[in-house]
């Protein structure tokens, strides 16, 4: 089995600096874990375009065991990552702006698919296989 090491910081100035944050006080978080994976990866340059039901990128049929994803946001507009294939705002979960990422769980059981607001937007997605 093999490993990722995710590291997540969070830091802020309080909203009373010269370079104010969001927070009344100074802000610095930081979170670190070790997942274990099965060393099964893939990545994927791929394109969103505003009718995600083409734009499917994590498909729960192909991919049998749980993951971690990365998805990453490397267009100049925003994309959508949603649930089913129906082009409704109800069935997006996410938001991620102009070189955003996300990182998260995926249990495998449901299928999810990327929306640009507008035009054609390319995105990077990483799957971590779990370990079985």
């Known amino acids: 089995m093999a490993s990722i090491t995710p590291t997540l910081t969070l ?57 971690y994803v990365y998805i990453k946001n490397t267009g100049d507009g925003t994309v959508y990552l949603c649930i089913g294939d129906a082009d409704t705002v109800s069935n997006r979960v996410m938001e991620i702006g102009t070189l955003e990422f996300a990182f998260f769980p995926w249990a495998a059981e449901v299928d999810y698919y990327l929306e640009s607001a507008a035009g054609t937007e390319t995105v990077e997605v990483w799957t971590f296989a779990q370990g079985a």
């Open 11 to 67: 830091v802020s100035n309080s909203s009373t600096h010269a370079t104010p944050g969001p927070l009344s006080v100074a802000l610095s978080l930081s979170a670190t874990d070790s997942l274990t994976v099965d060393g099964v990866t893939t990545c994927d340059i791929v394109s969103a375009t505003t009718t995600h039901s083409a734009n499917k990128i994590l498909d729960a049929s192909t991919q049998t065991l749980p993951a």
